[in-house]
């Protein structure tokens, strides 16, 4: 599943429209729309909310684990943080990501 599938389960879930989404996380219903349709990404602090709004785990994209992708800081430590703080973890979760992403698109190209 991709983020923007998991964006619309998610939405579906809470049962809410694209419109009500974007007001709770304060962004427009076309940014809600491009997340679901993968012209853009919602930023990490964005899905832990939308993920706290369907009542799911928080999964790191990409992944099949739904569970809760740190060991050593908790959901509420994380809500906790400031702006440039949650922004920190972001990044690197991405690079995390994104290194995985790597290594299996290279893994397949071997195969």
């Not at 990409?62 to 060991?71: E, I, K, L, Q, V």
């Not at 973890?89 to 698109?105: D, P, Y």
Request: aromatic letters at 6%.
């Amino acid at each position: 599943m991709d983020i923007g599938q998991w964006v619309k389960r998610c939405r579906k879930a809470a049962g809410i429209t694209q419109t009500e989404l974007g007001e709770k996380l304060h962004v427009s219903k076309g940014n809600v729309s491009a997340w679901e349709t993968n012209k853009h990404d919602p930023s990490y602090g964005q899905m832990v909310e939308i993920a706290r709004l369907a009542k799911f785990a928080v999964p790191l994209p990409g992944m099949n684990s739904p569970a809760w992708p740190f060991r050593d800081i908790t959901p509420e430590q994380y809500a906790s943080l400031n702006e440039r703080e949650q922004g920190q973890i972001e990044e690197r979760v991405l690079t995390i990501i994104e290194s995985k992403h790597v290594k299996s698109h290279g893994n397949d190209a071997a195969a």
